[in-house]
């Protein structure tokens, strides 16, 4: 019994001397990577930010494909019905609404936007402790979530009057006759609203890397 | 001229003696502040904090005006007209046309959120240094971003076509028949974007103080 005794012992005191020391050097890293920031911490707090940096960019480019396919499904859409009177042909496209109008404007600035901020994200992956960038760009991807929201929302009240008319107003459904029209309006409004959600994410995980700095 | 020399030297002198002093005080107060919260430094960064908090708990409050505003005017809101025909009574109220009815929703629901939001709002001046309240407050302010904007804008569209009408679609405006009821909803609709607006404000607030902090 003695020696198996004796390896416990060994394996005790193992533990009990790597416990401080690990606690120790836990200790000592975090005011030297405030004061002289060495490998270890830096590289640490670096890749936490520059991970939310790199998702950042994803997130953009992912919201810049929704903004704008909702333009471009948006602006691009137009019908003419196969039958028409002596004086006019009935024919449907976005400038008919002014919400739909907007719609395409307000996609368009969000498209935009996307594009020059990208410089921007790139920026905070290679440099995860510039909050001056980050800060710069939450404020503007927040007012883009009201703008998208917007127009996304307008959009959508128009297309549901659209779709089933109004009894009390006397306004009546336009889709039975622009069924085309009415299905590819519906998808660009889809694609507004998830470009507004990719906005909202892009906030939070902005706020998220402001804190963790 | 001996002793008006004598005094400007001695001024000289003590502006010599009295700067350095203030650097190496001002330089030994951060650290100090970090490690053990002194009472110059602590108070200098949470007076900060808690300024920005301050502002953080008028705006929500000023918010909840809006909100609690948009929503009873456009609840409250009903015009009967005062002819009507053998079989039914010409009345508008909100209930007649769904984008108005998820504006009193939302609104109500904005309402009710920044009621429960002021106690966390207080422990960020109480606690200038606590982040995750602040954190918790920036992500439901964003959602809340698009949320009462998509309901100030979705009403905004209808009420739009509701002065105007529109000829490509046949819908003809209703606003000459229930001017009053338009007028008080447009009324709504503003207040509304008001609020929206704070929102903005208070989550660009909020990612200030999470950065300064």
């Known amino acids: ?117 990208l410089p921007f994200s790139i920026v905070c992956i290679v440099r995860p402790h510039a909050t001056g960038a980050r800060l710069l760009l939450l404020i503007f991807d927040t007012m883009l979530v009201a703008f998208t929201t917007a127009a996304a929302a307008a959009a959508a009240a128009i297309v549901y009057l659209a779709h089933n008319g109004n009894q009390n107003t006397n306004w009546l459904a336009i889709c039975q006759q622009f069924n085309d029209f009415c299905q590819k309006v519906s998808g660009a409004v889809v694609a507004s609203f998830i470009a507004a959600v990719i906005f909202i994410v892009l906030v939070v995980l902005s706020a998220i890397a402001l804190r963790r700095r």
């Open 1 to 117: 019994m003695e020696p198996s005794h004796s390896t416990k012992q060994t394996s005790d005191t193992a533990i009990l001397i790597d416990e401080p020391s690990r606690s120790t050097r836990g200790k000592s890293a975090a005011p030297v990577a405030i004061a002289a920031k060495t490998k270890g911490g830096s590289y640490q707090k670096g890749g936490w930010g520059r991970g939310i940096a790199i998702f950042d960019l994803i997130l953009r480019v992912a919201a810049l494909v929704a903004a704008l396919a909702a333009t471009t499904t948006m602006g691009t859409t137009d019908q003419t019905l196969p039958f028409f009177t002596q004086f006019f042909q009935f024919q449907a496209s976005y400038d008919d609404l002014p919400a739909f109008s907007y719609f395409v404007i307000a996609n368009a600035i969000a498209s935009g936007y996307l594009v020059l901020s």
